[in-house]
């Protein structure tokens, strides 16, 4: 039996609310909770009990399972609410790595998700011990001093351990991504907003048959595939979507999987075209937010307007000006239908690192354009291989 979910936001009224709030209910479904009800409170939040008194006895009133708030909160709130309601409180984070935990398959997810939900539940785990020392009553979540006290060595232990584990893991990656580098072999990474498309894209690119089912986190583990563009080998990964207003905690526990997208030669921006223009802006400076952060520039980024078969061609136009805030171009495409994939391809053909590229007559391999070919060689080689290519063609001559 699915828990049932009363959502509670107290904070300014704008006109992002009530999208964000859309996407709070999008994250509870993922969680499998059933959504009863949303309460709001506009103006500050209450230091003690993030609601006013009288919206946490109206909150008390409701019937539901367990509840839910959009901002994270304090362990003295979480205390105190918990202790008024009888009931168990959760907030955005907690149940953002609820789903995590679902979802996660490979052990670095797991551990990182672990680590996350340790390092944030921790300090509402010290206060906890420290009123038990003090003699008060814990209330129904449990257990009296000495058991509270174990768990909590019990958690910074925890801690330790998979902060050691995650450092090797990190370094066998880093490892892996240098030696990639060292072959020639560049590296593109999908990366945008959760629920844009990503995975769709990484399916129709590395014909591979990647979980979708448009839910918010669908992909947590980084997913690497190696693709072959007219003969010039690139490596694509796919990565976790981004989300708004995401916890500090999120990040620095997902920093490997960030790491694997600030090393990459090329980032494919995934914006979602069917989104309304005030939602599309919103997600799109989240995105681009969230890159500059880890220190990528804009011209390592190529920008997909993706689902444009979703919307009419008016809508593009004012998708376009909003892109162009930002970006000089971008590349429409359709990952469901396969519009656009093509033009894709030839910008990374000619976008990623590591290879020499040859102009030939007449067109034989390759990329072939009217009547030439445009030929990859590893950088490396260029120079022994040219003197084979030109006993082979009529012309050559290097063009990247």
Avoid at 102 to 123: D, H, M, N
Avoid at 243 to 267: K, M
Avoid at 288 to 309: A, F, H, R, V
Avoid at 371 to 380: F, G, H, Q
């Amino acid at each position: 039996m699915r828990s049932r979910a009363l959502l509670a936001y107290v904070g300014p009224k704008d006109r992002r609310v009530a999208k964000r709030l859309e996407e709070f209910e999008a994250l509870v479904e993922a969680a499998h909770m059933e959504h009863v009800d949303t309460i709001t409170q506009y103006g500050e939040q209450d230091s003690r009990f993030y609601f006013g008194r009288g919206k946490l006895e109206e909150i008390a009133s409701k019937d539901f399972d367990i509840l839910i708030t959009y901002h994270s909160l304090s362990p003295i709130q979480i205390y105190n609410i918990q202790k008024f309601l009888k009931r168990d409180v959760i907030d955005r984070v907690l149940l953002i790595l609820k789903i995590f935990e679902e979802r996660a398959s490979g052990l670095e997810s797991k551990l990182q998700i672990e680590l996350a939900k340790l390092r944030y539940q921790l300090p509402m785990v010290k206060e906890y011990v420290r009123r038990a020392k003090m003699g008060e009553q814990i209330g129904f979540l449990g257990a009296g001093e000495y058991a509270i006290d174990a768990y909590y060595r019990h958690m910074v232990d925890r801690i330790s351990t998979i902060r050691r584990r995650l450092d090797k893991i990190r370094e066998n990656r880093v490892s892996l991504m240098n030696k990639r580098k060292e072959a020639g072999v560049p590296e593109v990474v999908l990366t945008g907003y959760t629920s844009v498309g990503k995975t769709t894209l990484f399916n129709r690119l590395t014909k591979e048959n990647k979980y979708v089912d448009g839910k918010p986190f669908a992909t947590l583990d980084t997913y690497s595939r190696r693709i072959s563009l007219w003969g010039k080998d690139v490596v694509l990964t796919d990565t976790i979507g981004f989300i708004e207003d995401l916890p500090p905690v999120l990040i620095e526990s997902f920093y490997s999987t960030l790491e694997e997208v600030a090393g990459a030669d090329v980032v494919l921006l995934v914006m979602d075209a069917s989104d309304d223009d005030e939602q599309f802006a919103a997600e799109l400076e989240t995105s681009i937010k969230t890159l500059s952060d880890i220190g990528i520039y804009k011209d390592k980024i190529i920008p997909i307007l993706n689902k444009i078969d979703r919307i009419q061609n008016n809508e593009i136009i004012n998708k376009s000006k909003i892109i162009r805030k930002y970006f000089n171009y971008f590349l429409p495409a359709s990952a469901r239908l396969g519009v656009g994939i093509d033009v894709l391809k030839f910008f990374l053909f000619w976008r990623t690192p590591g290879y020499a590229i040859y102009e030939v007559r007449p067109p034989i391999g390759g990329l072939v354009l009217g009547d030439r070919s445009y030929l990859p060689v590893k950088a490396e080689r260029a120079a022994s291989v040219e003197a084979e290519l030109s006993n082979l063609y009529i012309e050559i001559r290097r063009v990247a």
